[in-house]
């Protein structure tokens, strides 16, 4: 590995990390989980695509990342990049200095589950690799270039301008990764218009217009938009105070009930939140299965729909994600609710694609329709990459001056 970024992305109990240089092949990851508990670990891949698993009891973040970092010593990281779901006002990716912190922190009670993590795991490698750079790459930055038009809720003014009141987006690295991919293999790298799905426990789309963002499902938080694994996505807003008058429930018991026990789970009747547990379920007869499964295409095809209409042309789609890579029946399913836009899916090719594959599964007419796996620690890396390059010309430039 001549050149490599650690890529961080801290939750309340686990750490995602990948070591990611030029050759996707030699990229080495895993996960820390369980963390602060007897049965924490990590588990990964390591050189070669030999599995590791090594039991931490009780190991916190620091101690879980000190453990990391003296497994991965020998390839010498650059930089280190942090995956931060909610980045406020901050359009782009930036190196880690006590401002941008600030400004991280600030941001929390626009995503307070997701937010303190990244925190604990920004102060404990700030702490642990002081001469290494570091940079925030945020979920929310990619969608920045909306339109006022397109992030603005119908709210009263003061919301919005006091409280930050407003929709962000967020899965933006792989919306962004997948675009840009996306569009290359087309032969129009960042022009043009694609919708692009990112499907798997979470959920959303995005309209891109020549490389930039121009609406998104997700909104002020992650629950906005389609169905997915647990989430419900859209739903009235009176459901709140439908629930609170009715069942005596809470706001906490509401949000749990939205975010944790909703979307695929909730209209299964508990079954699963996973996709392929319910696509086998419905096989067999199961009518809440079958049920969930058609939700969430028809949600999804509809979303799809309302997005074109950012667009002054549409030029193809692009599937992602665990379930948008790898079920060639969701992906026929949501067609079949588009007929309106010309897409020809072409069945051989759609049942074709196996594991990681990328490909073209339309027949050659009308708008085209692509899977590609999406791969946001690379897109980490990359702007990590270039933000400590922009910091080290700068720098140059101070000195020069």
């Given at each position: ?49 030999e599995p590791l698993e090594l039991s931490i009891p009780y190991a916190d973040h620091e101690k879980a990342l000190e453990t990391l970092l003296a497994r991965l010593a020998n390839y010498k990281p650059q930089a280190i990049g942090h995956r931060v779901v909610h980045g406020g006002s901050l359009t782009k990716a930036e190196l880690l200095t006590p401002e941008i912190i600030d400004r991280i922190r600030a941001a929390t009670p626009l995503a307070p589950l997701h ?287």
């Amino acid at each position: 590995m001549s050149t490599s970024v650690l890529v961080i992305n801290c939750g309340s109990s686990s750490i995602k990390y990948a070591l990611v240089s030029e050759r996707r092949e030699d990229r080495i990851y895993g996960l820390a989980e369980n963390l602060g508990g007897a049965d924490a670990r990590i588990k990964g891949i390591t050189v070669g695509g030999e599995p590791l698993e090594l039991s931490i009891p009780y190991a916190d973040h620091e101690k879980a990342l000190e453990t990391l970092l003296a497994r991965l010593a020998n390839y010498k990281p650059q930089a280190i990049g942090h995956r931060v779901v909610h980045g406020g006002s901050l359009t782009k990716a930036e190196l880690l200095t006590p401002e941008i912190i600030d400004r991280i922190r600030a941001a929390t009670p626009l995503a307070p589950l997701h937010n303190p993590a990244h925190l604990i795991g920004i102060d404990a490698t700030m702490r642990l690799f002081p001469e290494l750079p570091q940079v925030a790459v945020f979920d929310t930055a990619f969608h920045q270039t909306m339109p006022a038009h397109a992030y603005r809720y119908a709210v009263p003014k003061f919301l919005f301008t006091e409280h930050n009141v407003r929709r962000y987006g967020f899965h933006g690295t792989s919306h962004a990764y997948v675009s840009e991919r996306g569009s290359q293999l087309a032969g129009q790298v960042k022009r043009g218009g694609w919708l692009t799905a990112h499907l798997g426990n979470g959920s959303s789309t995005c309209a891109i217009w020549n490389g930039e963002s121009q609406d998104t499902s997700m909104g002020m938080t992650p629950l906005e938009g389609v169905v997915m694994g647990t989430r419900s996505g859209d739903i009235d807003p009176s459901l709140h105070s439908f629930l609170a008058s009715n069942l005596g429930w809470d706001i906490a018991k509401i949000d749990t009930m939205l975010n944790k026990e909703s979307g695929l789970l909730g209209l299964s009747d508990q079954l699963s939140n996973d996709m392929r547990t319910l696509i086998e379920a419905a096989d067999t007869g199961h009518e809440d299965a079958q049920l969930a499964i058609e939700v969430f295409c028809y949600r999804l095809a509809k979303s799809l729909a309302a997005l074109s209409c950012a667009l002054p042309r549409l030029d193809g789609l692009f599937f992602t994600g665990g379930i948008g890579e790898n079920s060639a029946y969701i992906r026929e399913k949501t067609m079949a609710y588009l007929p309106h836009f010309g897409f020809a899916l072409d069945k051989t090719r759609n049942n074709g694609l196996k594991r990681g594959t990328e490909g073209r599964i339309d027949n050659g007419t009308g708008p085209q329709i692509w899977v590609i796996p999406t791969d946001e620690e690379g897109r980490i890396a990359k702007e990590t990459e270039q933000v400590v390059e922009q910091a080290k010309t700068a720098d140059v430039h101070v000195q020069m001056a």
